[in-house]
């Protein structure tokens, strides 16, 4: 490794991608774990029959499925971290391995529903980040036409929690008319759209989850913990 010509670069810190820690040596024998949010309390809520079945096929893939409903979780910081809601919510989150946000296009963005949702997840829990590395999909439900103002929102809201979006998503346009009575999908090509978004869901968790702390190993990271060791150690010498 010659590194001479970065003198910016800590080479203690510094290390090539190690293909060994990308092929764990034992799979996780537990089926993959997914949290599935959506952004509408409405009864007849286009984004939660969409989110169901979601579920469904996640399912039927072999994954084990949270749905978390927001009914009674208060706005963020509108109420204690002790909130039984927020603690539901938190909860699945760290049991989760991927998740599914699906939301309505409302004044050409995602709802506050969501967003609400998303916003009670910290970045960091003491040690833990609680979103770090975990597998996300994305999709929208609009009143009108096509649109991916909700998704596009959603894949900044994804980067910014440090999760892997994957590349397909869906957006399902004229809601009202893809869903039946009981609140069943339709055939038709959003359905098979959906489809294809569970089933890469699953596969790039299957891929990443065993790996995903590797994958978001940071040398940046790695160099601001081995400061702040080096200055308990001086602290303690003191």
């Known amino acids: 490794m010659n ?30 774990r997914f949290l599935l949010l959506y952004g509408s309390l409405r009864e007849r809520s286009y984004s ?37 809601k927020m603690q ?10 991927g998740m599914v946000w699906t939301s309505p296009e409302r004044h ?17 829990l003491g040690a833990i980040r609680p979103t770090q590395g975990k597998t996300l999909a994305v999709m929208q439900v609009s009143g009108g036409s096509q649109s991916f103002n909700a998704v596009n929102q959603m894949r900044v809201l994804g980067r910014w929690m440090r999760m892997l979006t994957i590349p397909n998503q869906s957006s399902v346009a004229k809601a009202y008319e893809q ?3 009981a609140g069943r999908m339709k055939p038709s090509a959003y359905y098979e759209r959906v489809v294809d978004v569970m089933e890469e869901l699953m596969k790039f968790t299957l891929l990443t989850r065993e790996v995903a702390p590797y994958l ?3 040398y940046s990271e790695r160099r601001e913990e081995a400061e702040k060791l080096a200055a308990r150690v001086r602290q303690a010498r003191l």
Do not use: S, Y
Request: contains cysteine; negative net charge; proline residues 11%.
């Open 48 to 84: 939660r029959f969409l989110t169901l079945e979601a579920a469904r096929l996640l399912t039927a893939l072999g994954g084990e499925v949270r749905v978390f409903h927001a009914d009674g979780l208060p706005l963020p910081d509108g109420a204690p971290d002790t909130h039984p």
């Open 88 to 97: 539901e919510l938190r909860e699945a989150c760290a049991w989760a391995e």
């Open 179 to 181: 869903f039946d009575d």
């Open 108 to 124: 050409g963005a995602m709802t506050a529903v969501l967003k609400a949702q998303i916003d009670w997840l910290p970045l960091n």
């Open 3 to 32: 590194i001479d010509d970065l003198p910016n670069l800590d080479p203690a810190h510094f290390a090539l991608p190690d293909l060994a820690a990308l092929r764990p040596p034992l799979a996780a024998a537990h089926a993959p």
């Open 216 to 218: 978001v190993d940071r």
